[in-house]
């Protein structure tokens, strides 16, 4: 089991949103540029790049969603305090 990963999101207001990004995704748009134009969060700069954390880091849905992917995956929306995000595995 990992202790440590290195991830990226999008961070929407709705599930609608969300499922759309998600969407696109699919299709082959770029995670980092959907990123920067969409996400509420600041790491919106850095194209969604949220560093390597561990366990314990972050609110526990975003967690297990996150440490349950494998590198280069990307999530379903999973909804937290927040908001919704969509979660790249990087590392």
């Known amino acids: 089991m990992a202790d440590k990963v290195h991830c990226a999101h999008i961070l929407v207001k709705t599930e609608t949103e969300a499922k759309n990004i998600?969407?696109?995704?699919?299709?082959?748009?770029?995670?980092?540029?959907?990123?920067?134009n969409s996400s509420l969060c600041p790491s919106s700069k850095n194209s969604g790049d949220l560093g390597t954390f561990t366990r314990g880091k972050m609110v526990k849905e975003f967690e297990k969603a996150a440490f349950a992917l494998e590198k280069?995956?990307?999530?379903?929306p999973v909804k937290t305090k927040f908001g919704y995000h969509i979660i790249k595995r990087v590392e």
Request: aromatic share 4%; no cysteine.
């Open 22 to 36: 998600k969407a696109r995704l699919d299709k082959g748009e770029k995670f980092g540029s959907i990123a920067k």
């Open 72 to 76: 280069g995956q990307t999530s379903e």
